[in-house]
């Protein structure tokens, strides 16, 4: 169909690895025959067609993939051997391939991406946190495996010591999820948002859209937070939460106790809430607190609050007691220059998000007083 790859064309001619991403029935398949004839105007293109979707059933490929050669595959569980053969045999510029579906298709479509080959495939799936979690496909944007730290490094992070991240370089350099068949969200640089994804700060992805009269938009969208952690695994908290929740009212008469409890920190703000309460981002250094823990009261909350990994340029320091009293050159330093530190007793959700009021000038949450909040002095090392 003529016109359909005018919202991706500039990626399409750009000569990077493209994998298109969506539910079946999304349109995938014909972006891919159209953009097959494009390049074959220009290069060498060979289309590795399993099911015969993109040149037809018959012995005469269909008009629609243009002068693209096209190479049947016998039997389903030949493809990856094709899609070799092609590379190896038939000097093509641009390999296409519909349905990258089995280990071995992925394991061979990185064989054809390391040979300085253009690959243009498409594979199911909603989005990239979904295609990571796949254990088949995830190889296709670099897989994940979990890491472990260094103390030091963990408490630089905020983290715990093990984490995700990513195991390769992804076989594709651009990822299109196809949400409908006039609207797209792209990640241009695959390696970085894996990358963002799983330390969970998505970057922001490219939105193109066609409105009513046809123009195609491009917009700058944040994505919503959805974090491998939160699939797989939860804190201790959240196990908590939900325990309570199966346990009827007794379970919520004990989440509300928990949730009562106040913060614990060393000294109050040296700025004024009025200043928060402009919008205007806080921008914080979490050293030894979860920094997902924290980034997701601040979310609850609706604060405008900033986790950054360097301590040089920011607006307060947040750590635990214990790190605190262990006077670590960074707790030090930090004092030196006067920035704010704030001390936390433990990581509890409730005394994160009574903090993040407190520094942001709202109200003590109902049931904490004054007299139920420890002493706010100045803890001694």
Same mark, same amino acid.
Do not use: C, W
């Given at each position: 169909? *003529?016109?359909?790859?005018?919202? @991706?064309?500039? +990626? ?6 493209? @994998? ?49 050669? $096209? ?30 579906? $089995? ?99 998505? @970057? ?37 939460? $939900? ?21 614990? *920190? ?20 979490? *050293? ?34 214990? *790190? ?31 903090? @993040? ?20 002095? $100045? +803890?001694?090392?």
């Amino acid at each position: 169909m *003529y016109g359909t790859i005018d919202i @991706l064309q500039d +990626l399409v001619e750009s000569g990077q690895n493209i @994998l298109l991403l969506g539910p079946p029935g999304v349109g995938k398949t014909t972006i891919l025959r159209e953009a097959a004839r494009v390049l074959a105007d220009s290069k060498r293109v060979i289309i590795v067609d399993t099911s015969n979707e993109i040149g037809g059933d018959g012995d005469v490929p269909h008009p629609a993939v243009g002068r693209a050669r $096209r190479m049947q595959v016998s039997v389903p569980d030949r493809q990856h051997e094709v899609m070799i053969e092609a590379v190896e045999n038939h000097n093509p510029e641009v390999i296409v391939i519909d349905e990258i579906g $089995r280990e071995l298709e992925a394991t061979a479509a990185r064989t054809i991406a390391e040979r300085g080959v253009q690959l243009i495939g498409t594979a199911h799936g909603n989005a990239l946190d979904n295609l990571l979690l796949n254990p088949t496909l995830s190889d296709l944007v670099g897989g994940i495996q979990a890491v472990t730290l260094s103390d030091e490094e963990a408490r630089r992070r905020g983290t715990q010591k093990t984490v995700l991240e990513r195991r390769a370089p992804p076989t594709f350099d651009v990822l299109v999820e196809i949400q409908t068949r006039d609207r797209m969200a792209i990640h241009e640089d695959v390696a970085a948002a894996v990358d963002a994804v799983l330390r969970e700060r998505p @970057l922001p992805i490219e939105l193109r859209y066609r409105n009513e009269s046809g123009e195609v938009l491009i917009e700058q969208q944040m994505p919503e937070v959805r974090t491998i952690a939160e699939r797989n695994t939860r804190s201790s908290s959240a196990n908590g939460e $939900r325990q309570s929740a199966r346990n009827g009212k007794e379970g919520r008469r004990r989440s509300d106790a928990y949730e009562r409890s106040p913060a614990v *920190y060393d000294r109050p703000p040296e700025r004024t809430p009025a200043e928060n309460r402009s919008g205007k981002p806080m921008v914080v250094y979490a *050293y030894g607190v979860a920094r997902n823990r924290l980034q997701q009261a601040a979310r609850r909350l609706h604060l405008p609050l900033t986790l950054v990994d360097e301590p040089g340029q920011v607006d307060m320091i947040v750590t635990l007691k214990n *790190y605190y009293r262990r006077r670590p050159k960074l707790i030090v330093d930090a004092e030196r220059r006067g920035t704010p530190i704030h001390v936390l007793r433990a990581i509890t959700v409730s005394q994160m998000e009574n903090f @993040l009021m407190d520094v942001f000038g709202h109200e003590p949450r109902e049931g904490v007083s004054m007299a139920d909040d420890p002493v706010r002095g $100045r +803890l001694k090392p």
